[in-house]
């Protein structure tokens, strides 16, 4: 039934924009965790890298589905753990004792407490409490946010899955580019893949977050990668070897590989074949690292830095050997793909490439200034080492013996055929 305060024609999008006047101040997911509720907020304030005193916070929990600023929020509870846009509260005891999965549904909001002698003011609120328990199956599985990358999702999902890869989180924030469809392709074809619509921006660290907790109940290893990072084994071994082999070890939670910037090769116009075959030639010095992990082995925090989370006291991270696994990552593609990231960066706590501030951020491309404008030399930058290692692999692994397409174009073909 409609709320009072709700006119007749005015749809539930608009309902929630009108109860949250400020999108930067404002709880927007909650996510069930055992006896506890990890719920996202914009607003906090809260510095990256790091925890905070749980004390300062509350969560208020409704049973009502109003979005009025004025309903009543009949429980509150202590938080756990905070840091940067997460809170972890426990459950209403009635809750606790009876059914946590009874919470799912339920309206959650936080507030501060910054003076004891007065009522904290609670922050809006669009978040419903999600169970992740009443969903999924188990796998090796990867997490990523993107935005636009329906052109690429099917050679990124189909090579890792190769590898062993069972089980694929997407987090959509805003495409427009059918996105769904190939989602919908690739698992005609027998690949896990799950969109889950995530409008919100630069919130990608609580992205992660939110995918580590989903992913816990259903995988024992996760990955956080871009679609433009393709792990490369120069051994030919797979994802599932080199992660089974620390599943059973008292004290690893995290397996960190490295990874080589490639650039645009010589190419001017996207590879027909797909990022693996088309660039080939890398910087030399390998670049920060990529991880998978134990979910079930985070911190309480949940905190992250997108590269890596913290982990539950008493574990440690292991580093993968370079001859062994590496990440391939197609950062600096041709200019028409790679000129994109100019319009939004999804982290947090990366500043966007437009803003004429920390300009010698490692964040940055080297050499270019804050608005998209193609250097007359960009296919010829970062170039220092060929290496053709992967794209030789996937011809020789892949290639179709008569036509010599790979499987991501031939499912592209197909479909082409289907609708003529």
């Not at 919908?184 to 609580?206: C, F, G, M, T, Y």
């Not at 994109?340 to 960066?345: N, P, V």
């Not at 010829?380 to 692999?393: A, M, Q, S, Y």
Request: include cysteine.
């Amino acid at each position: 039934m409609a709320s009072s305060r709700r006119a007749a024609n005015q749809t539930a999008d608009e309902e929630i924009s009108d109860s949250v006047p400020d999108w930067g101040k404002v709880v927007y997911e909650a996510i069930l965790d055992w006896n506890t509720v990890v719920v996202l907020a914009k607003g906090l304030n809260l510095k990256p890298r790091r925890e905070v005193d749980p004390a300062e916070f509350r969560c208020h929990f409704s049973l009502s589905n109003n979005l009025s600023r004025e309903e009543s929020f009949v429980f509150t509870t202590e938080a756990t753990a905070a840091a940067q846009e997460v809170v972890r509260c426990l459950l209403p005891r009635s809750i606790r004792k009876n059914n946590t999965a009874l919470a799912e549904g339920i309206r959650v909001t936080v507030s501060r407490v910054e003076d004891s002698s007065a009522s904290p003011a609670a922050l809006p609120s669009v978040a419903k409490v999600y169970n992740p328990k009443s969903h999924g199956m188990r796998g090796e599985g990867e997490g990523k946010m993107l935005w636009n990358q329906a052109s690429v999702l099917k050679e990124w999902v189909m090579y890792h899955s190769w590898l062993g890869v069972e089980r694929w989180f997407i987090y959509d924030n805003n495409s427009d580019d059918g996105l769904q469809d190939v989602a919908d392709e690739l698992n005609s074809r027998n690949h896990n893949v799950s969109r889950h619509v995530w409008p919100w921006i630069k919130a990608q660290e609580a992205g992660f977050s939110h995918c580590a907790l989903r992913a816990k109940y259903e995988c024992k290893w996760v990955g956080f990668f871009d679609v433009d990072e393709f792990f490369y084994f120069p051994r030919h071994n797979s994802l599932r070897a080199m992660v089974s082999n620390y599943t059973d070890s008292p004290t690893i939670a995290e397996v960190r590989t490295m990874c080589h910037s490639f650039g645009p090769s010589g190419l001017t116009e996207p590879p027909k074949q797909g990022v693996t075959v088309g660039y080939t030639c890398r910087l030399q010095a390998p670049e920060r690292h990529k991880s998978f992990v134990r979910p079930d082995l985070l911190d309480m925090t949940l905190l992250n830095i997108v590269h890596h989370f913290k982990l539950r006291e008493g574990y440690k991270s292991t580093n993968v050997a370079e001859g062994t696994a590496v990440i391939n990552h197609y950062k600096y593609q041709v200019w028409d793909t790679f000129k994109a990231k100019f319009l939004r960066r999804v982290s947090t706590y990366v500043t966007n490439w437009q803003d004429d501030h920390n300009k010698g951020s490692k964040d940055r491309a080297p050499g270019l200034g804050t608005e998209a404008v193609e250097p007359p030399d960009w296919r010829l930058r970062f170039c220092e080492v060929w290496d053709t290692g992967l794209k030789d692999f996937v011809l020789g692994s892949f290639a179709d013996v008569g036509t010599g397409l790979l499987p991501w174009e031939r499912s592209s073909s197909s479909s082409a055929r289907r609708r003529r």
